[in-house]
C-alpha cells in the first residue's frame, strides 16, 4: 500500500483512518492462536494501513525467516518437552507484542484515541485459524519437497503434536 492510499483513506473532517487496524491485543491473540506468521501478517498490515509500505515489506520477510528458524529449532530436537515447546511460543509472542508497541504503538493509540477502529476479536481468531491451516501446510509440504528420506510417521506425529499445542491454548481456559 503507498503513502498516497494512505491518504486518500483518512477522514478529513475526524484525521484518523477508516478502515480498522489491529489493536495490540490483537497481536497477542493472534500470535497466540496463529503463531509467528499471524504476528508478522498482524503487524505488516499495520504499517501498511499506516503507509509505511517499507516497513511492511521488511516485517514480511524477517517473519518469514523468524518463523523458519522457529520451526527448525522445533522441529530439529526429538526430545523437546512439551514445557519447552510451551516456553518458545510465549517467547514469540511477547517479543511479537513488544515490537508491536516500540515501533507501532504510539500510531495504535493515536488511531484509537482518535475514535478509529480496531479489528474484532473474531476477525483476529479467524486470521489465527487460517494461519494456523497455511502454516500445517507448509511444514507438510517443505516435508515431503524439501527432505529426503523423510519419516511420514515423524512428520505426522509433528503435526499432531505442532495442532496440538496451539489447540490446547485454545481450549486451556474453558
Not at 522441529?75 to 511477547?94: E, N, P, Q, W
Request: proline share 2%; with cysteine; charged share 15%.
Amino acid at each position: 500500500m503507498s503513502d498516497v492510499s494512505f491518504e486518500q483513506d483518512v477522514n478529513s473532517e475526524t484525521m484518523f483512518r477508516t478502515t480498522p487496524i489491529y489493536s495490540h491485543v490483537s497481536v497477542l491473540v493472534g500470535c497466540f492462536l496463529g503463531g509467528p506468521l499471524v504476528a508478522g501478517y498482524i503487524m505488516a498490515k499495520n504499517f501498511a494501513d499506516f503507509g509505511e509500505s517499507e516497513k511492511a515489506w521488511i516485517t514480511r520477510i524477517l517473519t518469514i525467516v523468524a518463523a523458519a528458524i522457529i520451526f527448525a529449532l522445533a522441529f530439529s530436537s526429538r526430545a523437546i518437552t512439551d514445557a519447552i515447546r510451551r516456553l518458545k511460543a510465549a517467547g514469540y509472542t511477547v517479543i511479537a507484542y513488544t515490537l508491536t508497541r516500540h515501533y507501532q504503538g504510539p500510531k495504535i493509540d493515536a488511531h484509537i484515541n482518535a475514535g478509529g477502529t480496531t479489528h474484532g476479536l473474531l476477525h483476529v481468531i479467524g486470521v489465527s485459524i487460517l494461519g494456523l491451516i497455511t502454516t500445517a501446510v507448509l511444514v507438510v509440504v517443505i516435508a515431503v519437497v524439501v527432505m529426503e528420506g523423510f519419516d511420514m510417521a515423524a512428520l505426522v506425529l509433528g503435526l499432531v503434536l505442532f495442532l496440538g499445542i496451539h489447540s490446547t491454548r485454545i481450549f486451556a481456559d474453558g
